[in-house]
């Protein structure tokens, strides 16, 4: 530990960590400064190989990037139709106890939220409640909200929270949530836009935010950097079906995931924390955001979010069996 101290915000209570925190200040620009570095190290042992043989060669494919790898993958996934080409896609990766960020695939750019937004509106409540601590109280009521709205992924739950927190930020309606995270964590929230409630019939398309926010938010939950990050981590991780952890071919049943998908009919995303353990009982935790974005509504809503589903489970497996073979998972 260097005992390095980062900062989320104004009221935010500080964290000791380890070495600088890539989710707070900008770690990488683009997909070209992870892969550049790939490349650099990849000839450097295609050279070696030339002098000393083919084992060489052997370590020349195990040295390739994570995110190598995955962008290999989702070129495949394209090509067999399970991603569309006039799909964008990002993708976020960080290794907690490696202390560093893996894949950074498209992270700064804002996509459309769906539900993955709902644990910011958890958090923006108790910033709220913070603020007023003679006046707001976490309630059985709002518990029950609470978990509706994350476990469940309920739409008027959402409402009814945002709801909430607008009426104790001066009536400003959806954007009251936004205004409340910016306020109190402006280096989490930077591509983060919430100016609707979710509609009647569920198609909310105007709410956004990036790989890089989820990213930011889930490193500072995990190290208990806002205010109830116990809570939120508590209902982030009620059993639900995500994408990124059931059905994923060679992830174990018992694994832990905090998460919260978002689904409509021009997105699929999952974004959360895998907490993994290495033989000797060591946590090994990591974030996973994956995020499919579809320029159109699609016309067959069952079978498209089926089949990006389960290209994103392929991408999740891919992550967990390099976790697995960096960390020697249990």
Partial sequence: MNGQMETLG??????SVRGPDPNIEP??????????RAFIGLGALATGALLTGAPMLAEARQAQTLQGQLVGLVKRLRSEGKIRWDEKTSWSVYDFAGHKK???????????????????????????????????????????????????????????????V???????????????????????????????????????????????????????????????????????????????TRGVRNMPSDIRVYDKTGSTAMLCGNMGIIECRGRRGRPRPY???GIIEKSSRTNYYGRWITNRSNAMREVSNLVYRYMQSQHRLA
């Avoid at 104004?10 to 964290?15: I, K, L, M, P």
């Avoid at 770690?27 to 550049?36: E, H």
Wanted: proline share 5%; no cysteine; charged share 25%.
């Fill in 27 to 36: 770690f990488m620009d683009s997909v070209g400064d992870l892969n550049r």
């Fill in 287 to 289: 974030t996973f955001i």
């Fill in 166 to 244: 607008s009426r104790y930020n001066g009536n400003m309606g959806p954007r009251a949530t936004e205004h409340v995270l910016k306020r109190h964590a402006p280096k989490v929230f930077r591509q983060t836009s919430i100016v609707e409630y979710i509609p009647a019939n569920g198609r909310t398309y105007r709410n956004k935010a990036s790989a890089r926010d989820y990213s930011r938010f889930l490193y500072a939950q995990w190290h208990r950097q806002m205010p109830h990050s116990d809570e939120v981590l508590d209902l982030m991780a009620l059993p639900n079906h995500d994408r990124i």
């Fill in 10 to 15: 104004q009221g935010v209570r500080t964290a």
């Fill in 102 to 164: 893996l894949v950074s695939v498209n992270e700064e750019q804002p996509r459309q939220a769906a539900s993955m937004f709902k644990p910011f509106v958890a958090q923006a409540f108790f910033f709220t409640m913070r603020d007023n601590p003679s006046r707001l109280r976490y309630s059985s009521n709002v518990r029950d909200a609470m978990e509706r709205m994350i476990r469940k992924s309920s739409n008027g739950a959402t409402n009814e929270i945002m709801q909430i």
